[in-house]
């Protein structure tokens, strides 16, 4: 396989959506113009049933590397998936077994393939790290964890605020940087890709290489993209993107994005050239109305995931049910027995909440309507009968409901 080493197309790689490089940009820079062919990864965990916008990020960083020529490998972590990353976590993960992020990784791959390129002359590697983690002794992880101290585990910022708060460390979860890091020793990869977040996860991995080894790994970092206040969009904070959604909910979702991301979501989300998200950024600086860029942003997204044709529908979707303000004609009938119902259950049956707790955030933030009135109470009880009734939650979700 050729690699390419046009220093333009180097620099995109090195610089689009960058967070940091280890040891150094140079280091990386140089690796790259040598002509070598590299392995690198990114790690998932199968922590819900689909991947998501922010897996996104990393996805189209690894199809940088692709481009040139370079060896990726797509990591399923399904046995760290099942310790659980401490990473920004104030409590402890709960554990899940092997069947749980069995089933949740079994679409990840094509989801993936919107991004990468599983087939060709240069396809992507999957690989799963129960492969390797499985078979590892206790001695084997005495032997790991001698290369680290318990003050580095320590240093970490979600263990201090727990200790400050009196709030419990568990000891498996110091066991997850060092299953991640044997993870670049077991593929011995040149580099690994991840979020900003997984800094000190990458970075175990590459001084478990050093120690090991004697080999430099490469580590680059991605920004993430944050809200207003720099809270990462992520699944426990509610606005997460899935990139399982359906065309019309992903792209509303991303027109629900604040308008503070739109720039980062441009230079991370999709691979518009950087002079035209440059010009685009200048422009919403200087007073530019941001809809007509969110609007562009989240058909571009939507289209990476669904194609160009579901796009343009979604878009058109979107126009008449939000901007427009039109009940759509072609509404999702769901049949269900007549009954009495609590209002948070019956969200949670028809998929229009993940669960109880957030069924209630949307009814206390206003956005859920029955035949068309705002339901206030989440502790309503709906009556189904044999007349439809029209469930809404926020502008452009509708769902029919008809006892039977």
Known sequence: MTVNIDQDKINEVLDRGRENIYPNREFLEKALKSGQRLRLY????????????GNAIQLAKLADFQRL??????????????????????????????????????????????????????????????KWLDKLTFADLVEVGSNFTVQQMMQRDMFQKRIEEEKSIHL??????????????AMDVDGEVGGNDQTFNMLCGRDLQKA???????????????????????????????LDESPENM????????????????????????????????????????????????FEITKINHG??????????FIKTVQKKEIPEDIEIVRLPIQNIKVIELLVELKLAASKGEARRLIEQGGIKVDEKAVTDANADINIE?????IQRGKRQFIRVVGE
Not at 172 to 183: K, T
Not at 386 to 390: K, Y
């Open 42 to 53: 990114c790690g998932f965990d199968p922590t819900a049933v689909s991947l998501h916008i």
């Open 172 to 185: 498996h979860e110091f066991f997850y940087p060092l299953a991640q890091g044997y993870d670049s020793l």
């Open 251 to 298: 792209y509303g979702k991303i027109m629900s994005w604040p308008d503070g991301v739109l720039a980062n979501g441009f230079e991370l989300c999709t691979r518009i050239p950087m002079a035209e998200v440059d010009a685009m950024r200048a422009s919403m600086k200087n007073g530019a109305n941001p809809r007509d860029f969110k609007m562009r942003l989240a």
């Open 386 to 390: 044999h007349t439809e009734m029209l």
């Open 212 to 242: 090991v080894q004697g080999k430099e790994k490469f580590v680059l970092t991605t920004k993430l993209i944050v809200d207003d206040q720099g809270k990462k969009m992520g699944k426990s904070e509610g606005n997460i993107v899935f």
């Open 308 to 317: 160009d044709k579901k796009a343009k529908l979604a878009q058109e979707y």
């Open 69 to 130: 020529g370079h060896e990726v490998v797509f990591l399923i972590g399904d046995f760290t998936g099942m310790i659980g990353d401490p990473t920004d976590k104030t409590a402890t993960r709960k554990k899940l077994t092997r069947e749980q992020v069995k089933e949740n990784a079994k679409n990840y791959k094509k989801q993936a393939g919107k991004y990468i390129n599983f087939g060709g002359d240069n396809p992507a590697r999957i690989e799963k790290n129960s």
